[in-house]
């Protein structure tokens, strides 16, 4: 049987992960990786977190299941965070929540249950998206699309163009949107785009899937969420996915949710059993340590505002080491304008240098970046920034 197997190239970043610690130069910058870094390199565990895990092991009492839908404070709490309290949809009880292994657990049940409703439903993907959307829907049995987003030369989102292709979308089927901080390319929505894209799938009964990632660090908890908010206020059915490993650092603990908005009370009864149904079939019950953290933080006012503290630095470290290195950029004078790096949200941009660029970044100056040219603005720090800019100035200049 396993005769058949083909051998799967492996992920391209992960190889350049192995040439960065193969590479011995003290001077080497990594800014391939895909977690969030603080000014020492450290993906560090949060205070919030080392805290409310202490009291989750000393109130520990049993290592039984926890429920297929996962804890229930963590469900709370994540309907919370995603549409703030007293939005209609929960109000209305129209919002079926599971806590899921990750964001790409949630994206995994969402599409299971897309699939289910309709097996030849189709969801539109932004060009670039994140990679691992293409396998885990696929997985699924959903068929896939794309449609054009980030307008590589003007650095920008194509929005004409984005609308043009969601205004063909049919009826019933699904356009995948990441709710902020772009992942690969860095470039949102603003609320106006929000807006007109609720009324593109309003009016063409498109289905908002939103993945939903790195709220809180755009521009902040409440501002990141507008898409969110407004697709569950405007539309009868939306997808959304949310995922706790970068705004709670809980990457390795796999903590996410998946939430779906109905457009009625009985029809999120049936939405809610097969989500539980669905995630029966893929891994039967949710890992609990990580969600039991979330949950401990956000229903402790304390820990809440800790959290709240430790997350607001992280994204102003963000913002700020997009501003520093434009700004170290446009001091060295390079024919590119990078102004675009500050004004983009999250952890990943496009540098929008060419393969060879990027190459030669890596053999020439030890610093490692995929050949998209994405970066992950986290890898740099104050030691290291000039020693970058001097270095992308340099590949340009050749
Ligand atoms: C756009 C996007 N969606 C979802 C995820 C899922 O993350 P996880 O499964 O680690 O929660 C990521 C992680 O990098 C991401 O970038």
Redesign the pocket.
Same mark, same amino acid.
């Given at each position: 049987m396993l005769d058949t197997l083909k051998p799967i190239p492996p992920d391209a970043i992960l190889g350049i992960m192995v040439l960065y610690r193969a590479d011995q130069a003290p001077n080497k910058v990594d800014l391939s990786v895909?977690v969030y870094q603080d000014e020492a390199g450290r993906t560090p565990v949060l205070e919030c977190v080392k805290r409310a895990e202490g009291e989750v092991y000393s109130a520990e009492d049993s290592k039984t299941y926890v429920g297929i839908a996962g804890n229930p404070g963590f469900n709370r709490g994540i309907e919370e965070l995603l549409f703030g309290s007293g939005h209609p949809a929960l109000a209305d009880g129209r919002v079926a929540t599971v806590q899921t292994?990750?964001?790409?657990?949630?994206?995994s049940v969402a599409a299971h249950l897309m699939h289910r409703a309709n097996p030849d439903t189709r969801v539109w993907l932004s060009k670039p %998206?994140?990679p691992?959307?293409l396998p885990l829907l696929r997985l699924a049995g959903l068929r896939l699309e794309h449609y054009p987003y980030y307008d590589q030369r003007a650095k920008r989102v194509d929005f004409e163009a984005m609308a043009d292709a969601v205004g063909r979308i049919g009826s019933g089927d699904s356009v995948l949107i990441?709710g902020c901080?772009?992942?690969p390319c860095g470039a949102d929505l603003s609320q106006a785009q929000w807006q007109a894209l609720a009324d593109l799938c309003e009016r063409h009964g498109v289905v908002p899937f939103i993945?939903f990632?790195?709220q809180g660090l755009a521009e902040g908890l409440e501002d990141d969420a507008y898409g969110v908010r407004l697709m569950a206020e405007r539309l009868p059915e939306v997808v959304i996915?949310a995922?706790? %490993?970068?705004n709670f650092g809980l990457?390795r603990e796999?903590?996410?949710a998946v939430c779906v908005v109905s457009p009625d009370r009985e029809r999120n009864l049936r939405v809610a059993s097969n989500l539980s149904n669905i995630a029966r079939g893929i891994y039967s019950m949710p890992p609990d340590h990580g969600a039991a953290i979330v949950a401990r933080i956000l229903s402790d006012a304390g820990l809440k505002a800790l959290w709240m503290e430790e997350l607001e630095e992280m994204r102003l470290r963000l913002n700020g080491l997009r501003t520093l290195l434009a700004d170290k950029l446009a001091e060295r004078g390079t024919s590119t304008d990078f102004s675009f790096v500050a004004n983009e949200r999250g952890m990943f941009s496009f540098l929008g240098i060419s393969r060879e660029q990027v190459i030669r970044l890596r053999e020439e100056f030890h610093v490692y970046l995929v050949e998209s040219s994405r970066i992950n603005v986290a890898g740099i720090n104050q030691r290291n920034v000039d020693y970058v800019a001097d270095a992308i100035a340099a590949v340009l200049q050749a």
């Open positions: 895909g292994p990750g964001g790409s657990g949630g994206l %998206s994140w691992n959307h990441h901080c772009h992942n993945d990632a790195y996915v995922s706790c %490993s970068k990457y796999r903590v996410g």
